[in-house]
């Protein structure tokens, strides 16, 4: 299908903020969501934001959503080693059930 | 709840082999989905069931690729004949929640296929 697009790496230190972009494809999407990768796992919904939200802020982790510009991002605060991980950005499309996945972002932390 | 389960966690196979992969979802989930992760591609949906009925199989990327649900505990991969590209992670997620597409994933079947 169309591409959900992230960048494939980020490297920061520990402590500081980190914050990971998505631009995805389809408007109509009722939900956008970040999910989580650790090494060996599957993924594991982080948070999502309902589409006719601009910003959602749960704990160490702020989402904001740029409708106009079909651009999502996950802001972590505080990072942590265990932090480290890949994030997927996700959406679907005509707010059915089917999810359509991004590239993936590998989150490196560095101590 | 144990969460989705997938068997097996590792298979390694010889091109030309059968290869079934299963997935138990999470009991009182009405969907279930087969992903497929390589580096190359990321993470592609396959196919996906309601209700023990396939939906949507335009991701099965070609004939010897067949999937079934024939209750709404049990869903099976199978791959006849396998091949070197078909090596991949292959993931079963399951959803019923109040957020539509909030998936459930099992832990994966990393497949080798020699």
């Known amino acids: 299908g169309e591409d959900v697009e992230q960048s494939l790496f980020l490297s920061v230190r520990e402590g500081d903020s980190s914050v990971i972009n998505c631009t995805y494809t389809?408007?109509?999407?009722?939900?956008l969501y970040w999910y989580k990768q650790e090494p060996g796992a599957g993924l594991q919904l982080l948070t999502y934001?309902?589409?006719?939200?601009d910003m959602k802020q749960d704990q160490r982790l702020t989402v904001l959503l740029n409708k106009k510009d079909k651009h999502l991002s996950l802001r972590i605060a505080d990072t942590q080693t265990g932090d480290s991980a890949i994030y997927f950005c996700?959406?679907?499309?005509?707010?059915?059930?089917?999810?359509?996945f991004g590239t993936g972002t590998k989150l490196q932390v560095i101590p | 709840d144990a969460g989705v389960i997938q068997s097996p966690r590792h298979e390694v196979t010889e091109m030309g082999q059968e290869v079934t992969l299963r997935c138990k979802p999470i009991?009182?989930?009405?969907?279930l989905f087969w992903y497929r992760q390589t580096m190359m591609r990321g993470l592609e949906l396959l196919i996906y069931?309601?209700?023990?009925?396939?939906?949507?199989d335009s991701g099965m990327p070609e004939d010897r690729f067949s999937a079934k649900m024939p209750n709404a505990s049990f869903s099976t991969l199978k791959i006849q004949p396998s091949e070197p590209r078909d090596s991949a992670v292959y993931f079963c997620?399951?959803?019923?929640?109040?957020?539509?597409?909030?998936?459930?994933f099992g832990e994966g079947s990393r497949l080798t296929v020699l």
């Open positions: 997620a399951s959803s019923s929640g109040p957020l539509d597409g909030e998936l459930f």
């Open positions: 389809d408007s109509s999407s009722t939900y």
């Open positions: 934001i309902f589409s006719n939200m």
């Open positions: 996700a959406e679907n499309p005509g707010g059915y059930q089917k999810v359509t």
């Open positions: 009991s009182g989930h009405d969907y």
């Open positions: 069931f309601n209700n023990n009925v396939p939906i949507d």
